[in-house]
């Protein structure tokens, strides 16, 4: 079992920074990809982006050149650094843990309670 718990959201101006934190607590968090999705009111949830056991990222189009996603194995911790941020995104920010088994009775997959990220002048 994985508990993962956000912090660091707020309120920003555009072109502004944040910097949110995933506590994970629980089983091996190197053992899972570790992952920030976004849901925007009346919006699907969304990957922002992924950072795999091996370290290799992914990111959306979206984000790509502003975001950076990091992980420290040994405090079990995973950041998301967000750069020149805009109104559009604007959203209720999850952190994920997923194991990526790929037997489906064997996959783990968790999410944080989410944090708010508001992106307004």
């Known amino acids: 079992q994985v508990q993962l718990v956000e912090s660091g959201g707020g309120l920003v101006q555009p072109g502004g920074s944040l910097r949110l934190s995933c506590v994970a607590s629980?089983?091996?968090?190197?053992?899972?990809?570790m992952g920030w999705y976004r849901q925007a009111p009346g919006k699907q949830r969304e990957l922002v982006g992924v950072?795999?056991?091996?370290?290799?990222?992914d990111y959306a189009d979206s984000v790509k050149g502003r975001f950076t996603i990091s992980r420290n194995n040994a405090k079990n911790t995973v950041s998301l650094q967000m750069n020149s941020l805009k109104p559009e995104d604007t959203a209720v920010y999850y952190c994920n843990a997923d194991n990526e088994a790929p037997i489906a009775s064997m996959r783990q997959n968790y999410w944080g309670q989410g944090t708010q990220v508001t992106v307004s002048s």
């Open positions: 950072i795999r056991r091996g370290g290799r990222t």
């Open positions: 629980g089983s091996i968090f190197s053992a899972h990809a």
